[in-house]
């Protein structure tokens, strides 16, 4: 099967865009800067209709659905029990900030964190919103200034987020005075060990980092309030930290009285194999930032996980905003968390995590452009090399046309920054449709690996700046 991907209804929705959004004005510009490194700017898709686990364009193609509107829709595509609640909810309260709904979810969420330890919740829209609102909360309950966080990490697209996010610094050009008290610290890719080292003592370095060199020569130890983690860096690239980096951060935390607050607004609920991503690493944080996963892919609904103390007292602290909570937002949050219950869906999800393995583990082995299979439960990542040893660009090119070989082939995932594949199946996809994926992305990786920049076969017509 080949398809022409964007096919010409897509091509005609996508250039109504340029006139109106950002990435339409920056669409030609990027399209030739992409030429002039010598790839294909990367195709993008326009959802004409959603169902489970696939999704169809507008010129009618239908794929199947790695790409899970960015790790948002654990349960699949438009999940008609949850529509079904969220529809209710609109009807019985309209929108009003305050309803049951916001109680019984927030009784539900103290229910399943981490050891039972974080039962006080604040609501926010999104997971921007919700991390911004950690850290101040955070500075406010330790009255101190400073927080720590990650090179490559993302925690959002506000001001604050964006500071406090890692990435080039093409990502947050003039906010440079905005840095106020963000200390970035290394955090230690599996992929990108400095020569010499071990990635062991890799990480023992980034550690030391912390506990050694940020209080001695950046900002003193009474001073930070928090360090602000993913546990799995899933934007920056699918990095997974090990146990040891993740415990030592614990540590640190513990010795210098800093909070650690871990953001699961992608890895939570599910998406790792285990309930949040921190008990693959037998870690509870003092704060908790959830999102994404817990709209069931319907409703926003994100928010902030505390410890008794932190939230039930610290009167300096606000946030929250109108549609914090809504009662569509938590309907949607309380249904999806009763069918995760109800179908064992972290199970699956688990299961699926193994049956992934199996079929990726030999990729790096059996193909010379694989470079790293690399994730935790369906956090999924593959990053590419050139086997001519050429630089990062080389590097691009790859991951762009395993992608786009892949949507030929009738399956959708992201490769937007890097030279890294992502892949988000939803948490109760179907075996089958989970294994047909991977075999087309085999397929592609097989295809490019044996034919190299000859290959032919992705379409001259540029589409845009990022994969997604
Ligand atoms: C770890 C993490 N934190 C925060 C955010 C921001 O969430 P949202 O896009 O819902 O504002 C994201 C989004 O991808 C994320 O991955």
């Not at 090179?151 to 080039?168: L, Q």
């Not at 069931?296 to 549609?323: H, K, Q, Y």
């Not at 890294?420 to 179907?430: F, G, K, Q, V």
Request: aromatic share 10%.
């Amino acid at each position: 099967m080949s398809k022409e991907i964007p096919g010409p209804k897509t091509r005609a929705v996508l250039e109504r865009g340029v006139p109106l959004f950002l990435n339409g004005l920056n669409y030609e510009k990027e399209a030739t800067r992409a030429a002039r490194r010598g790839f294909r700017a990367a195709s993008q898709l326009v959802i004409d209709r959603a169902k489970g686990d696939f999704i169809w364009d507008v010129d009618g193609n239908k794929f199947i659905d790695f790409q899970n509107g960015w790790a948002t829709n654990p349960l699949g595509n438009a999940h008609p029990e949850i529509i079904e609640a969220v529809t209710k909810a609109f009807e019985r309260y309209g929108f009003h900030y305050d309803h049951p709904l916001r109680y019984e979810l927030a009784e539900k969420l103290a229910g399943i964190m981490p050891g039972n330890k974080l039962p006080r919740f604040s609501y926010e829209v999104s997971g921007t919103e919700a991390a911004e609102s950690a850290v101040y909360m955070a500075m406010c309950y330790k009255r101190r200034r400073h927080v720590i966080s990650f090179s490559s990490s993302y925690h959002g697209n506000s001001i604050g987020t964006k500071v406090m996010s890692g990435g080039a610094p093409e990502y947050k050009p003039y906010l440079e005075g905005w840095r106020g008290g963000v200390i970035s610290a290394p955090f230690p890719y599996s992929d990108h060990v400095p020569a010499g080292m071990t990635e062991e003592q890799y990480s023992d370095y980034c550690l030391w980092y912390i506990d050694t060199h940020i209080p001695a020569s950046v900002a003193a130890k009474d001073n930070i309030a928090a360090v602000l983690i993913e546990p799995g860096l899933a934007e920056g690239g699918n990095w997974i930290p090990n146990k040891v980096f993740l415990q030592g951060i614990r540590k640190i935390c513990d010795k210098n009285s800093w909070l650690m607050i871990a953001d699961e607004v992608l890895t939570g609920l599910g998406r790792t194999g285990k309930m949040w991503a921190v008990e693959h690493y037998d870690v509870i944080p003092d704060i908790m930032v959830v999102g994404k996963n817990l709209s069931g892919g319907i409703e926003p609904c994100a928010g902030v996980a505390a410890r008794d103390e932190i939230l039930g007292d610290n009167p300096e602290f606000t946030a929250g905003s109108t549609f914090a909570g809504t009662p569509a937002g938590c309907a949607a949050g309380l249904k999806t968390l009763e069918i995760f219950e109800r179908d064992n869906v972290v199970e699956h999800a688990a299961k699926l995590t193994e049956i992934a393995e199996g079929i990726m583990s030999s990729w790096e082995r059996k193909y010379e452009i694989v470079r790293q299979v690399r994730g935790n439960g369906l956090l999924i990542g593959v990053s590419f090399q050139s086997p001519e040893g050429k630089d990062e660009d080389a590097n691009w090119w790859y991951s762009r046309a395993v992608r786009g070989q892949m949507l030929q082939n009738g399956v959708w995932a992201i490769s937007d920054r890097e030279d890294t594949i992502r892949m988000y199946p939803a948490l109760n996809m179907e075996e089958k449709t989970l294994r047909d994926g991977l075999a087309v992305m085999e397929e592609a990786i097989a295809k490019i690996n044996r034919e190299g920049q000859n290959v032919g076969d992705s379409p001259a017509w540029p589409t845009g700046v990022a994969g997604f």
